[in-house]
């Protein structure tokens, strides 16, 4: 899964729920979503003199358009000080279409780059397997928060919000809350729980470093960890780590790694290779209030400062089904 954070996930869940949309709902929808989450906007002004905190924080919820259309926005805090996580969804009753930025909030205008489109497909409503692909990892534009708390996004790539005005929805936000109550038990239920982890990453502290997650069987708890580290333009270091993800501690340990150096040409392609070694241990420790992994790897310390975080901007593929056999290559 390409959302991160738990409410994001809640979302979807409840946008299967109401394929409909949210069109002419507009009795049970709130265009004060602070007021709504229970905010104290006189409170806010007694506290004039406390450190500043991310102006999303007052908006942090779903939004639906009030045109009926039944595409839903959902805004949440990506850190203490401007970041914005931005997931937009269009459930249909056999697919679902959605949209992942990550952007930055300036006086209630969200700018993002880099923006990342999906589509799934179902086939048929009895269908099993659903079938998803990326239409694009290039998407730009805005996203503006009036005084009035009505939302208007500005898509650059296809224009495909064509003046949309998102409204708060109360009845959503309603669902989403219920459907965080023991969040840590149903999160996981009945799907490998490495799956949300699943996607690319980089390093907070050493660029170069890169890795990229893979869910392993659909009912089991096995994934796959690929760390590359290129730290000049003929030299490339990958790790390959197949573990197994601990639903109580949040970490995955692994066993049997396998380190290899490659020598790169001018154009990046590997000429030669080196296996180190292909008996490395250790834990990748996640920190799901940070959203980030801590790489402890107890062979040769390789992982010493690594703190990896979750990046739409690395790479053209991220999250897809591991077959159970190790990459032939970094992706």
Do not use: H
């Not at 107890?298 to 990046?311: I, L, M």
């Amino acid at each position: 899964m390409k959302m991160k954070k738990l409410t994001a996930i809640a979302l979807v869940s409840a946008m299967m729920l109401s394929v409909a949309g949210c069109g002419g709902k507009a009795e049970s929808t709130s265009s004060d979503p602070a007021a709504a989450q229970g905010q104290d906007t006189e409170a806010a002004g007694e506290t004039a003199n406390e450190p500043e905190e991310n102006p999303i924080l007052k908006y942090e919820g779903a939004y639906c358009d009030d045109g009926g259309k039944g595409i839903y926005i959902l805004f949440e805090a990506a850190d203490e000080i401007d970041g914005v996580n931005i997931s937009i969804g269009y459930p249909e009753e056999t697919a679902y279409t959605y949209w992942e930025f990550t952007g930055k909030i300036k006086d209630n205008v969200i700018t993002y780059e880099n923006g990342y489109k999906f589509a799934q497909d179902w086939g048929t409503t009895d269908q099993e397997e659903v079938t998803e692909k990326e239409i694009y990892n290039d998407g730009s534009g805005t996203i503006e928060i009036s005084e009035d708390a009505t939302v208007t996004w500005k898509d650059n790539k296809e224009d495909i919000a064509k003046g949309m005005v998102f409204v708060w929805d109360e009845e959503m936000n309603s669902v989403i809350a219920e459907q965080m109550q023991g969040t840590d038990i149903n999160y996981y239920e009945n799907q490998n729980p490495s799956l949300n982890w699943a996607g690319p990453y980089v390093d907070m502290n050493k660029k170069e470093r890169t890795m990229v997650i893979y869910s392993g069987s659909e009912e089991g708890t096995d994934c796959l960890a690929v760390i590359t580290d290129t730290p000049s333009p003929d030299k490339m270091t990958e790790w390959t780590l197949t573990g197994n993800f601990d639903l109580e501690t949040r970490i995955i340990s692994y066993t049997g790694g396998e380190k290899v150096e490659y020598v790169l040409d001018a154009d990046g392609n590997k000429t030669s290779e080196s296996k180190v070694y292909e008996d490395g241990t250790g834990k990748l420790l996640i920190d799901e209030e940070a959203q980030t992994m801590l790489w402890i790897d107890d062979k040769e310390d390789a992982g010493s400062g690594s703190v990896f975080t979750f990046n739409y901007d690395y790479g053209e593929i991220g999250g897809e089904a591991w077959t159970g056999e190790p990459a032939a290559e970094a992706p």
